[in-house]
């Protein structure tokens, strides 16, 4: 009498079993990945549309105790007045959490931008 129950070796199991891969030590010198420059002017850049949000917030609120989930709409370029002039653009900036991390990183700005963003108004405590 022949069973039509089938049983596998248990070692079939084992060679179906993805290998998983080779481990790279990360920690030795030769492994890491080199750091990548830090380009200042796209750093700069970043800086300047949040600057102009705050204070656009700040002249049409009169503080800057922004609500962290915040979003100020600042319109770039064009020529202000809805004309045909150059095309603008509407870019949404999560003010709130930008003036935060201002303020808890107040340690580490540069004495410039701690003074621009004081002349709009910057509460830092």
Request: glycine share 8%; net charge positive; with cysteine.
């Amino acid at each position: 009498m022949t069973s039509t129950f089938h049983q596998e070796h248990p070692d079939a199991a084992l060679a179906r079993t993805p290998v998983p891969p080779k481990l790279v030590d990360i920690t030795h010198p030769w492994n890491r990945a080199p750091p990548k420059p830090i380009d200042k002017r796209r750093r700069y850049c970043s800086i300047e549309p949040n600057y102009e949000a705050a204070r656009q917030f700040y002249v049409r609120e009169g503080h800057l105790r922004v609500p962290r989930k915040h979003i100020e709409r600042l319109v770039i370029g064009g020529d202000g007045d809805g004309g045909t002039g150059e095309a603008q653009e509407v870019r949404e900036l999560r003010l709130g959490a930008w003036i935060g991390n201002q303020r808890s990183r107040a340690a580490t700005l540069t004495p410039e931008r701690m003074e621009k963003l004081s002349a709009i108004g910057m509460r830092w405590s």
